[in-house]
């Protein structure tokens, strides 16, 4: 059992980590050969274009202004001066919500931990229970500031419930409050909106296949028999998914292709060679150039007989379509109410935005997703008992005393202090870590098996999976595997009637392994983030070997984004953690309070600064972060009521069976008041945005606009693509992309020259791919050049940049770095 010495090792250990990483992050982020691995997102917005302009030659790499080395926390502040109305102009609804969870936990916990550490640290501390049991079970002084440490019948647990009530009744008013915020900030997001395809389209899955009739024919005759008055398109969907393959084959070819080029530049005396066999080790050494080209040559046509293959075989077109209607209210209607009285027939969704489908999954049978999700399902709990293994041997060695008892022979290495006091203090939250680690990946890819077609679905259902794996593998699993490893030689020497109170006595015993794990996930953790020392270390490789234009530099750069399926669970971890030891063991709390107000300082940084997002849901995740806290609400009434039993506290543990019910109550009433913001769209919000519309724009031309929001993007990568083949449908008039009318608020879509490229690397700008905030670019692109053209902003930037410099002041706002 770690004592409190082996806990300060710990801290000192993860506070000099934290540290070192804050320290490197201040050193690297000011220098301007790391400035597009720091500060991405404005590049990406265009607020940046050159990290500094200098005249000496050692400048335009190394920082040489000596000031910003004496201000590495500057960044703190200054992460803090964005309001949160610019934040979300600037980076979306999404990030804003995340960051307001961390604000969340600091409101909760600040409040408890003041009055559980000045009630019940000295009730539990004068209770001298475990003074009696020291021969018996193994403790430490923090178990001594623990509810185990109350003499059983003892009238302070009366305390301990009555605070229970009051943390509960507290922790529901925030929830309440927020839910009802969230919910208003997503219906203003969405009126606030400017026109998106996703407004008007419906995703509409199973069509029925009629003999004589083609998928594209039968949406057409359904949609304009049903909906007559407000279906305007569709496009249907295409199984492409052997096309993408090539296409990010050839994508990897064209990589090494450029780099051999690029090297072979540099050393033209010397043509690059490489060996045709099995990973380039093996086999005859040809010339590498050659090689490439040849390999891209045969690509291309296998690409262009594959696309024809694709549309001139009807087998290829999936049962599913976007349907595009003239109106956000037909598009509501349809959208969410039942289509055909088969209620397995015509199944219709709101389409995800362009941007967050995940292209690969609408070609899965619709049959076969029921099947898919049990499968999943299955691994799912299989994969959580497979895990309980190393879980199992983490917790033995955050229990060495249980585990000398266990097998004296250890005994000589394990009592060396410092060995000591590391394996109990750091290593075991560490490794914990490291075995978590790829576990996200793996969740995500039994999600896409499970066929969701939207990648923002895809993270909140492996954010789920997540979730119940750290419920059940690291919180009951660790206090499981905990107990019977370290109260072992209790339960062999003791009364079979005495297991029951041994057992809840040991419940807050893993407070001193969840305190390490939270330094070493929470501190050193969220300092590393704030490092991207992986990303750092990939966009100067790029940079040495692959980028040989601005535009490739601009693709090295990986922003990335809020990864939503690991973070989101890890956060509820920690609330669970916080409402369950509020009560048990309320030391734990300040630990919690610095992860929550560090975190938020980390990742308000590096939203502002760093992440592009993927997509944007408008906050849909916010139900699934209510409905865990209430979760943990739950199991921490049910560990206490199960920890009072072991007490024999009959007089006051009864009062506890009425703090669940209420709990649930008030769920179900969150749940009905709240969540219908998150799962339909009203009718009355559309019809209002509607008429808006009509009165700004009369003259729309909706049907250009909407015509090929949909297309598949892999038709966007290569020469003599013509998007009439695949647009719409064949019974519709075909509008030339290069002339269409469109709405003067949209992002113009690329043109057919841009479209045809002969280098997936050189390929059109994704404007569907960017948020409606971030700002417009039209590229001219040729093969070695990258220049802008025009720089257009739909709506005001809430930072605006002169020519960025460190340490110079912003143009207006004051803002500086």
């Known amino acids: 059992m770690a004592t409190l010495g082996d806990i300060g090792v710990s801290a000192l250990i993860n506070i000099l980590g934290a540290f070192a990483f804050l320290l490197a992050f201040a050193l690297l982020r000011i220098q301007p050969i790391n400035d597009r691995v720091y500060f991405p997102k404005w590049y990406i917005a265009g607020g940046r274009t050159s990290p500094r302009h200098s005249s000496n030659f050692v400048g335009k790499f190394v920082n040489l202004n000596l000031w910003t080395y004496f201000t590495f926390l500057s960044w703190m502040p200054q992460a803090l001066k964005m309001s949160e109305s610019e934040l979300i102009n600037h980076a979306g609804l999404d990030s804003a919500v995340f960051l307001r969870i961390y604000i969340l936990g600091l409101k909760i916990f600040g409040p408890i931990a003041i009055v559980a550490l000045v009630v019940l640290i000295p009730i539990n501390a004068s209770g001298g229970t475990l003074f009696f049991l020291r021969k018996d079970l193994v403790v430490s002084n923090i178990d001594k500031l623990s509810i185990s440490n109350v003499h059983p019948k003892s009238i302070r647990f009366f305390v301990h419930i009555g605070l229970e009530y009051l943390f509960t009744f507290w922790t529901c008013f925030l929830l309440y409050k927020e839910y009802g915020r969230v919910a208003s900030m997503r219906l203003n997001f969405l009126a606030s909106q400017r026109r998106r395809a996703a407004q008007f389209t419906v995703l509409v899955r199973n069509v029925p296949h009629v003999s ?75 010339d590498a150039i050659d090689f490439y080209k040849k390999q891209i040559n045969d690509l291309d046509r296998r690409l262009t007989m594959e696309r024809q293959r694709i549309l001139k075989d009807p087998k290829s077109i999936v049962s599913a379509a976007f349907v595009s209607f003239n109106s956000r209210w037909g598009a509501a209607v349809c959208a969410q109410t039942q289509q055909s009285k088969n209620p397995i027939l015509w199944l219709t969704n709101w389409a995800p935005e362009p941007r967050d489908v995940y292209w690969k999954n609408l070609a899965i049978p619709f049959v076969s997703l029921s099947i898919r999700k049990l499968v999943i399902s299955l691994s799912v709990f299989a994969l959580v008992f497979f895990y309980m293994i190393p879980i199992a041997f983490v917790q033995s060695l955050a229990n060495l005393e249980g585990l000398e008892k266990v097998a004296p022979f250890l005994r000589p290495v394990i009592e060396v202090k410092f060995v000591k006091s590391f394996l109990q203090g750091f290593l075991p ?53 905990g107990t019977a490893f370290q109260q072992l030689h209790a339960f062999l020497h003791q009364a079979p009637t005495q297991i029951p109170r041994t057992i809840g006595v040991s419940i807050p015993m893993k407070a001193t392994f969840f305190i ?28 040495t070997l692959l980028v040989k234009t601005e535009r490739d530099r601009v693709k090295a750069m990986n922003p990335g984004s809020v990864d939503f399926p690991e973070t989101l669970p890890s956060l509820q971890l920690y609330f669970l953690l916080g409402i369950v030891y509020a009560v048990v063991t309320p030391i734990l709390l300040p630990f919690i309070l610095v992860f929550f107000a560090f975190a938020y300082l980390v990742y308000r940084h590096q939203v502002i600064n760093v992440y592009n997002q993927q997509y944007e849901s408008a906050a849909a995740f916010w139900p699934q972060v209510h409905s865990r806290i209430i979760a943990s609400l739950l199991i921490s009434q049910l560990l206490l009521l199960g920890l009072l039993s072991t007490k024999k506290a009959a007089n006051s543990t009864p009062l506890l069976v009425a703090l669940p019910i209420l709990t649930l109550s008030f769920h179900k009433y969150c749940k009905h008041r709240f969540e219908p913001a998150f799962r339909k769209y009203p009718l009355e919000e559309a019809m209002a945005k509607d008429l808006e519309d009509r009165n700004s724009e009369p003259d729309v031309n909706l049907k250009a606009y909407l015509t090929d929001a949909y297309l598949h993007p892999i038709f966007h990568s290569f020469e003599e693509v013509e998007l009439t083949e695949v647009r719409v449908d064949e019974n519709q008039t075909q509008i030339p992309s290069t002339s269409v009318d469109r709405p003067h608020n949209h992002v113009p879509s690329p043109s057919a020259s841009e479209l045809s490229s002969p280098s997936p690397r050189h390929h059109a700008y994704n404007y569907e791919n960017q948020p409606p905030h971030m700002v417009t670019h039209q590229y001219e692109l040729d093969q070695q050049n990258y220049t802008v053209n025009q720089y257009e902003v739909e709506q005001q930037h809430p930072y605006p940049y002169d020519v960025f410099h460190h340490g110079a002041e912003l143009s207006s706002n004051g803002y500086r770095y």
């Open 212 to 286: 004589g009739r083609s998928i594209s024919d039968s949406v057409d005759n359904f949609f304009k028999t049903n909906h007559p008055d407000h279906y305007l398109c569709h496009q249907a969907v295409y199984n492409a998914n052997k096309f993408a393959k090539l296409v990010r084959k050839r994508e990897r070819i064209q990589n090494w292709l450029d780099y051999n080029q690029l090297k072979f530049e540099r050393h033209p005396d010397k043509r690059p060679t490489k060996k045709r066999g099995f990973l380039g080790l093996c086999g005859e050494k040809v």
């Open 429 to 481: 939250g560490l490794a914990l870590k490291i075995f978590l680690y790829i576990l996200p990946t793996v969740l995500m890819i039994m999600s896409k098996i499970e066929g969701h077609v939207a990648l923002s679905v895809l993270e909140r259902r492996a954010s789920a999976k997540y979730y119940y794996f750290m419920l059940v593998n690291v919180f009951l699993g660790s206090i499981v595997t």
């Open 516 to 543: 390490t794990y939270i330094m070493v996930d929470g501190w050193a953790g969220i300092a590393s983030e704030i490092l991207r020392l992986k990303p750092l270390v990939i966009f100067h490789l790029k940079n």
